[in-house]
Structures are given as structure tokens and as C-alpha cells.
């Protein structure tokens, strides 16, 4: 038989699919409406987790300012509030994929549509779309890069992935409203609609339009029940096939739970720690005093359960962490009563994360800690040996390892 197929995917012959029309379409948009509201509110939440308006350090993103309207004082309980909120953006953003890729494949003949632009509104219409995929797109990609690679643009991919998912979801929400109305009849199955998605002469079909949907939800299931594994605790954390491991085993023993980056990554040597040259400098409205590991121990200790929750949605298990509180070290330096904001610098001279602020609230809560001890055993040097900051429901990239130097003062 002469292959009679139209050559331009302009020519609605052109697309073949059986599968593709009104209801199918629908039933995807309908749970990317669900899903990417929920990534958007969790994205802005841990955005402000990150208290990224804490200068110095914390986040340099220029002119959020408008964006940043809704930024809040990120509480510091429950102690797993991060652990959910990123934990349930990372593993939705990625259980998402096959869905947003059904969902693009169903409306690709609309790209090649001729002409154009009809008019104006649909000239208008067609641009908002390129924001919509564009945006959509850029968001999914910067997100799984950034986990699966471990920050490839560190630094820059927050004002990236904040500045796109503005523009993608005010697209995203233009669009669920002008759409709502077709899609609502569509999957009611209202007759009258125009079908310009429906091949006009459809290959044969291989597989119902249900039993298509039932291939993306079990594409879904699959990413989901590879990678939630790494938001749970215990032996569930091997399922996550998927998730990133970071570049080191943690090995078992009290100090074997995830590590980021570790003390060789970070250029942390044997001599930086050693008792005779580590000493903590912290600062505040009467001086500066410096205290070795020694004298830390001497001061009183406490101890708090608290997980460690990356921005990458790996989450630990609550560890048991001793050491002092970080509103004691800001007693010392004269703060005592209120404490103010900290500003905490590590050993680490390069590299993404050696430098963190910290709001008065989170440095004013008991459970707060520079650590030295996890689990009943000194600090490993990759989990941040001599001492580090833990603090409840912050994200991981907070609790800064092998601090040096602690500031207290208003930031
Ligand atoms: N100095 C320093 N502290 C750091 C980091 C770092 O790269 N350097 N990584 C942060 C990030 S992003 C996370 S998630 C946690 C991870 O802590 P862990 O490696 O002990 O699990 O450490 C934080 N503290
Ligand atoms: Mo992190």
C-alpha cells in the first residue's frame, strides 16, 4: 500500500495516535493541576525555609523582593516539618515526570498547528503556551538535575528554580482557568467539543485509552516507589534506587546515616581539627571568646532527636545529637535572655555551603545545638567533626559542618 501519510506535521493527517483527544488530555491535566499546585506551594514553602532574606549568605537572589512577598519566619517544629515538605516536593516532582510527558505528547500536534496565529488572542494564547511548556520544562529539568547531580549550579539554581516556577505557574494557573470549562465537559465525555486533537484517520488503535493512562500511572508508581524510599527511614532507604547516594558510603556505626559532601570533598584535613589548633570563635555585643573542643565539653550539654532533611529530599531518620546549646554560646558573648540572628562560618574555604545564617528563633529554640556528639559517639569528620550546627525542621544546608566561627548579631 502507497504510504499516503502527510509529510508536515502541520497537516492534521500528519498524527496518527488514537489515543490522542479531549478526554485523554484532560484526565492527565487534571492531575498535573492536583500535582504542580502542590509542587508550588511546597517549592515557595521551602524557599522560605531557607530564610533566603537573612543576609549576608543565605540567598543573594537579585530583586526577589516583589516575589518574596509572602516570605515568613520558617518555625522550628515540628521537628520534621522539612523532612515532609521537601521530602514530598522532590519524590511528587519526579513521580510527576511521566504524567507531564503524557501530557505534552497528547497536545504536540497543536504545536505544528497552521497557521499560526489565527489572531491576536490566539497569537496571545500561543506565547502564554511557550511559557507554559518552556516554564514547565525548565522547571522539571533544573529540579532533577539539581538532585540527581548534586547542585550542578549550585548558588545559582535557587534563583533559577525560583524565577521559573513564577513564571511557569502563573502560565500554568492562566491556563487550568481558560481550559477548565473544555476539560470539565471532556471528561464528562459532553459530545460538541472541538476535537482538533483527535487523529482524523487513526492508525489502528494497540492499546485503549485507559490502558495508555494505566502505562503513565505505572511509569508514576515506579519513579514513586523508587525514590520515596530516601524520605523514610530503616530499610526502606534501599528501594530508593533512584534517589542520589552522594559520593560516600556512610558506612554502619552510630556516625552511618547519609552524608552530603565529605570532609575530603570539603578540603578538611586531620590538622584543621586537631585539638591543638581548632579553636571556636564566637562573637557577640560584649567580644569574642574562643573555646576548644575541651572546653565546649565543659559547658553544659543537651541533647536533641532531630533528622537531617537535604533541599535534594533525602531525609535522615531522627539522630541522637549532644552538645551545647546554641542560645548558651550566645549567653556567653552577652545575649543572653532574647539571642539574636547567627551568622555561622565552617573551616571549609571553598565551595558552596560553608557559610549559613540563622534566624533568632532557631538559635533562641533548646533543641538548637552546636553538636559534638551523634548517636553517642564524637562526630565522624564527614558529618562535621569537630563541631556542627543542628537545628529542628531547617533544611539540611543550615546545618553547617566543621563550624569555625559563630556571629551573633541582628543580620
Ligand atoms: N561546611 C559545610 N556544611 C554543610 C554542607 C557543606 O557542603 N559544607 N552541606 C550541607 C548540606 S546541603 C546538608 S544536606 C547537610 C548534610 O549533613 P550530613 O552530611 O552530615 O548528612 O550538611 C550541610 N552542612
Ligand atoms: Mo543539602
Redesign the pocket.
Known sequence: MRDDRPRLPGSPGFWRSPLRGPWFTSVLGVVLLAGVTVLFVTGLVSYAAYSPDLSPVNDQTPDKGLLGFYLFTWPTGPAWLYRLTQGVHVTLGITLVPVLLAKLWSVVPRLFALPPARSVTHALERISLLLLVGGGLFEFTTGVLNIQLQYVFPGSFYPLHFYGAWVFFAAFAAHAALKAPTALRALRRRPGLADDLVAPRPEPPTVTRRGALGLVGGGSLLLFVTTAGQSLGGPLRRTALLAPH?GADPGGGPNG?????TAG??GITPADTHEDAWRLVVTGRTGTVRLSRAELLRLPQHSAALP?????GWS?ADQWWRGVRLRDLAALVGHGGDPPDVFVE???RH????R?ALRSGQTADPRSLLALYVNGEELSP???YPA??IVPAA????????VARLTFEDL
Open positions: 552522594g546515616f547519609q552524608i552530603n559532601k570533598y570539603a537531617i532533611a537535604c533541599v535534594e535522615t565552617s573551616l571549609q565551595g558552596a555551603f560553608r549559613a564527614d558529618h562535621g556542627r550546627i533544611p539540611g544546608v543550615l546545618n553547617t559542618k566543621w
